[in-house]
């Protein structure tokens, strides 16, 4: 487990971005990263989880299949087995980049599914007692980009390990109207094998991902970003009536506590339009996603300063304040210290 000292993380970052790490090292094993913490503790440095290598997946066969994969594990390398398999449950969840680890700490989701319907338990190392732990989904608490491990817990816990239960012999439901089209626009899945339906939605969700530059490709400018970079945000019923009364044709979604209105909306009406390029002109918002703010050869403080130009121009609009759904990482925001 070599130790790298003065470390460029802009290599590792879809963004293209990042400061250096003063130290550096990536652990295949769950003792690596518990050597990793110890050694981290003895020195008092902070440690920032970014780059966990721990490998194995391993599809379970049989009336409800699960797959286990460990962290370090590409995310869409198990989307593409289960896919594979024609097993049902995480199909929406095509090509979106980042590892199994990563998954749920912001409860990934798209198309209107998200990791935690199909999570059954995540295996940890508790950074305080260096133990490990394991969670099942209502463990979690799993909201929209949301996880206990962002709030109560951020920074406590290394993922080490997921496991996910699929469903066999089950058409896929398809929530999302775009996807629908899509899906009916490669035949749809009225008259198909439930296997074939898990591939051909993977493949509708994959063509719309490229559409809009969300799957990585190192010949497309627009990926160099972190994907959304706002979350949508959730109103509540009272609040987008009001917000009804002065905006017309504003569209919007049923959420767990309110009305979910596409942030990607407020940041197009607000004056961002795709293609927008910010004031330092180093970053610009995708010419394909309004919600995606890619790094178009600039730095770090060019993206954060076209993000709250961004955020300002929708407050002053529409007096809602968007939440950045990456975290940013800087000497005044440092990761939490969690080891002893
Ligand atoms: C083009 C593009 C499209 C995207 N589309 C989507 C989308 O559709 N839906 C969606 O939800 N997200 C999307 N994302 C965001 C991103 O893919 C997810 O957040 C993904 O889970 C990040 O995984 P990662 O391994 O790269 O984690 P990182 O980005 O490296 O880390 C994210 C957070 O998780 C923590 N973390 C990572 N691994 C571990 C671990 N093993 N243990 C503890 N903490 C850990 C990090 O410390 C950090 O806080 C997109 C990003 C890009 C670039």
Same mark, same amino acid.
């Given at each position: 487990m070599p130790l790298r000292e003065h470390v460029p993380l802009a290599p590792y970052t879809t963004l293209g971005l990042g400061g250096e790490a003063r130290y550096f090292v990536e652990c295949d094993t769950e003792d690596q990263v518990r050597a990793a913490l110890v050694h981290a503790s003895a020195r008092h440095l902070p440690v920032y989880v970014l780059r966990i290598t721990v490998g194995g997946i391993e599809f379970r066969d049989g009336p409800t299949p699960e797959v286990r994969a460990g962290a @370090?594990?590409?995310w869409d390398t198990v989307v593409q087995g289960v896919a594979e398999r024609g097993w049902t449950g995480v199909e929406c969840l095509s090509g979106i980049p980042g590892t199994v680890g990563g998954t749920p700490i912001q409860n990934v989701g798209a198309y209107g599914q998200e990791i935690a319907e199909t999570l059954v338990s995540v295996a940890c190392l508790d950074r305080t007692t260096r133990e490990r732990q394991t969670f099942t989904a209502e463990d979690c608490a799993f909201g929209y980009r949301d996880s206990r491990f962002k709030r109560a817990d951020r920074g406590r816990y290394i993922v080490l390990e997921v496991t996910l239960q699929l469903a066999r012999d089950r058409t896929p439901r398809i929530r999302y109207p775009e996807l629908q089209r899509a899906v009916a626009g490669l035949g749809g899945l009225e008259t198909i094998a439930p296997t074939e339906a898990v591939r051909l939605v993977r493949e509708a969700v994959l063509t719309l991902r490229r559409s809009k530059s969300m799957v990585l490709d190192p010949?497309?400018?627009?990926?160099?970003?972190? @994907?959304?970079?706002f979350t949508n945000p959730v109103l509540s019923v009272d609040a987008f009536a009001d917000l009804e009364k002065r905006w017309t044709g504003i569209p919007s979604f049923p959420a767990d506590g309110g009305v979910k209105v596409p942030a990607a909306w407020l940041v197009e009406q607000a004056g961002?339009?795709?293609g927008y390029r910010g004031t330092g002109r180093g970053a610009g918002v995708s010419t394909r996603h309004a919600l995606a703010l890619v790094n178009l050869g600039g730095t770090s403080a060019d993206l954060l300063a076209l993000a709250e130009e961004v955020r300002s121009g929708v407050e002053r609009q529409f007096g809602i304040r968007l939440a950045y759904e990456p975290e940013v990482v800087s000497p005044s925001s440092p990761p939490p210290s969690r080891s002893r």
């Open positions: @370090g594990v590409d010949a497309d400018p627009n990926t160099r970003s972190a @994907g959304s970079f961002f339009p795709k």
